[in-house]
């Protein structure tokens, strides 16, 4: 495989919510699919000027050392770029592991789950409308 063929996107889906970005693991990153999201979240979080990113984490069991290694990484990354990072929905079972290994992700914000991390930084949902209308975000 050339330098060309390589996946130029990690796969992973982020999402602009006016200057938030928000991304979610889905899966267990190997080594290039995590070297790739740090490079793409890193250039949108600067092109975007991004003043907050979202990482949730809630789908994943099991988080590895190295996965713990870019989590740190970005959010001293997103620091240095302006943008608070924080990381959402960790299950227990994977803090109770990453503290028992001795990995505090320092540095690192955590919020119990995706809408508490928009709340942190700054966005809440209305209440539903009266006559049925979906609710939406404010700033």
């Given at each position: 495989m050339t330098p060309d063929e390589l996946p130029k996107s990690a796969g992973v889906p982020i999402i602009r919510l006016g200057d938030i970005l928000l991304t979610g693991l889905l899966d267990d990153l190997d080594d290039k699919t995590a070297l790739l999201f740090t490079e793409e979240l890193t250039e949108r979080i600067a092109t975007e000027r991004a003043r907050?990113?979202?990482?949730?984490?809630?789908?994943?069991?099991?988080?590895?050392?190295?996965?713990?290694?870019v989590l740190t990484e970005l959010a001293g990354t997103g620091r240095l770029l302006g943008a608070e990072i924080i990381v959402a929905g960790m299950r227990p079972a994977v803090a109770i592991t990453l503290c028992g290994l001795g990995l505090g992700l320092t540095g690192v914000q955590t919020a119990l789950n995706a809408e508490q991390a928009m709340a942190r930084l700054g966005w809440r949902q209305t209440a539903v409308h009266a006559r049925g209308r979906r609710p939406h975000a404010l700033r």
């Amino acid at each position: 495989m050339t330098p060309d063929e390589l996946p130029k996107s990690a796969g992973v889906p982020i999402i602009r919510l006016g200057d938030i970005l928000l991304t979610g693991l889905l899966d267990d990153l190997d080594d290039k699919t995590a070297l790739l999201f740090t490079e793409e979240l890193t250039e949108r979080i600067a092109t975007e000027r991004a003043r907050g990113v979202v990482i949730d984490i809630s789908r994943l069991e099991i988080i590895d050392s190295f996965v713990a290694r870019v989590l740190t990484e970005l959010a001293g990354t997103g620091r240095l770029l302006g943008a608070e990072i924080i990381v959402a929905g960790m299950r227990p079972a994977v803090a109770i592991t990453l503290c028992g290994l001795g990995l505090g992700l320092t540095g690192v914000q955590t919020a119990l789950n995706a809408e508490q991390a928009m709340a942190r930084l700054g966005w809440r949902q209305t209440a539903v409308h009266a006559r049925g209308r979906r609710p939406h975000a404010l700033r």
